[in-house]
């Protein structure tokens, strides 16, 4: 009779037909709520990393914007026209990039036109739209790229998860190659050392990928505190202006008006600021500006951020209440499956084979490993890419409730055990 019953003991078909529908209504509550928990986790570790990298980068500081006074294209036009006012434009924003009582913040979202161009609609600057009416199709396109300097890039900690940053003392509009990153989406569309051509305002340049920025890479820009670069192709302003050549400057003329719109940062106070700004506009010769006060910034942050730490507690306590409802659908899942194999627990037993609490924790285990894999699957799909510390923590949070189910089903299943003798 012994015989038997330990053959049934390890009879994975009969296993599944005395267990399946508990196992399949545990693998569903838990890989609910592991993914609600994990989701959470996600958006909370996240959001913690965002709201400490603001604070560090904009506590106690002030922003303001320089903007060029030229609106009136012909205007525009004019300017350009003469090289000296394109020296100019240089020595003003190379006195506004190492002056010592500001940040100065070049970035510009500006489309680059690419030949040969390898991605997808998602990676355009122009709508579906604008394409069919103008018979533009993906081969040659204008793609999303951001333009910034070495303020900005070191202001915000951009981060490459392949290949390397920038080499800033490297970086030469002399020539007709640029290094470049590119966004965590072009990851297998583009690798490290790929180069393509482009036409970057008018001018035939070859761009070559030198690193790939880790996903979910933001800057702040133009009112808006999550600009994120995934989709767009980065490319480096020099460090510092050159003069032009009298003959040809074309180019430099639409570049440095680019790259004199941005963003100060400083910690000294309004009066101060400008007049180091004044000054550097007397000393260069350049005037046709604005300086504009920036509050936006500050006050969509501060929204954000207060709504998540007044929600924090709330959530808090709902995944509590949640977790100890999983808990006890666990632990009633777990007490029907020891029901149903009381017949094995007790043949170990009586042929004084002392596991049997080990083959009840490898029956009750399956759906939580089940659901441990399909929460990963899962949170990966919503959010393409999850940081090892949320998956620890889905990790943690099944082994707690599997093993609390286990420590309260073992003495049960023990009297059990004894009771059936």
């Not at 106070?269 to 000393?283: P, T, V």
């Not at 207060?306 to 709330?314: E, M, P, Q, T, Y």
Request: net charge negative; charged share 20%.
């Amino acid at each position: 009779m012994f015989k038997t019953v330990i053959s049934q003991c390890f009879h994975k078909k009969r296993l599944f037909k005395v267990t399946s529908l508990f196992n399949i209504i545990s693998w569903c509550v838990l890989t609910t709520f592991l993914v609600m928990i994990g989701i959470l986790f996600q958006l909370q570790t996240a959001t913690f990393t965002k709201e400490s990298s603001v604070e560090n980068i904009y506590e106690g500081k002030q922003l303001y914007r320089i903007v060029d006074n030229y609106y009136d294209p012909d205007a525009f036009y004019e300017f350009r026209q003469h090289s000296d006012n394109i020296n100019r434009l240089g020595e003003f924003y190379n006195a506004l990039v190492t002056s010592t009582n500001m940040e100065f913040i070049s970035i510009f979202n500006q489309p680059i036109y690419v030949e040969q161009f390898m991605g997808e609609e998602q990676f355009l600057y122009n709508s579906q739209e604008f394409r069919d009416a103008h018979d533009l199709d993906t081969t040659n396109a204008n793609v999303k790229a951001i333009q910034l300097n070495q303020s900005a890039f070191e202001l915000y900690g951009l981060k490459v998860s392949n290949g390397t940053i920038f080499d800033w003392d490297e970086v030469n509009y002399g020539g007709n190659k640029l290094p470049i990153l590119i966004g965590s989406e072009y990851k297998g569309i583009y690798d490290i050392g790929d180069t393509f051509f482009v036409n970057y305002y008018n001018r035939e340049i070859t761009f070559e990928v030198v690193g790939i920025l880790e996903p979910n890479t933001f800057v702040y820009y133009k009112g808006d505190p999550e600009f994120y670069l995934d989709q767009y192709l980065i490319v480096p302003y020099p460090e510092l202006l050159e003069s032009v050549n009298e003959s040809d400057f074309k180019f430099e003329g639409i570049l440095y008006f680019a790259m004199i719109n941005g963003d100060i940062i400083t910690t000294i106070d309004k009066n101060k600021l400008l007049k180091e700004i004044k000054y550097i506009s007397d000393s260069t010769g350049f005037a046709d500006f604005s300086v504009v006060g920036i509050s936006d910034f500050t006050l969509k942050y501060d929204t954000m951020i207060s709504v998540i730490k007044g929600n924090r507690n709330l959530i808090f306590i709902m995944m509590l209440l949640i977790s100890i409802l999983v808990t006890f659908i666990q632990y009633g899942m777990g007490n029907q499956i020891l029901l149903r194999r009381l017949d094995v627990y007790r043949a170990f037993w009586l042929v004084g084979i002392d596991n049997y609490r080990q083959v009840f924790f490898k029956d009750i285990s399956i759906p939580y490993i089940l659901a441990f894999i399909s929460t990963v699957i899962i949170i990966k799909i919503c959010f393409q890419h999850i940081s090892l510390l949320v998956i620890l923590f889905i990790l943690a949070v099944s082994l707690s409730i599997l093993c609390l189910v286990y420590f309260i089903c073992k003495h049960i299943l023990k009297n059990y055990v004894m009771k059936h003798l």
